[in-house]
């Protein structure tokens, strides 16, 4: 998984093309240091899962 990767998966995430978006271990460190950039990061809401893997959804608002 690359940035271009990331960035095409967080888009589909905005816009309610998918649900959510299981990463896993292996390529959360790119796919955090993408998501962290973005305007918008706060509206990202990630859930640890076990074995490393990280559910990701699109909830703007949610910290609120």
Do not use: C
């Not at 888009?11 to 962290?36: A, G, W």
């Amino acid at each position: 998984m690359d940035q271009s990767d990331v960035l095409t998966i967080l888009n589909q995430l905005r816009k309610q093309e998918i649900n959510q978006y299981r990463v896993s271990k292996e390529d959360f460190h790119v796919f955090r240091t993408t998501l962290l950039v973005q305007e918008d990061s706060i509206d990202f809401r990630g859930n640890a899962q076990h074995g490393g893997e990280t559910i990701y959804t699109y909830e703007p608002g949610w910290t609120k």
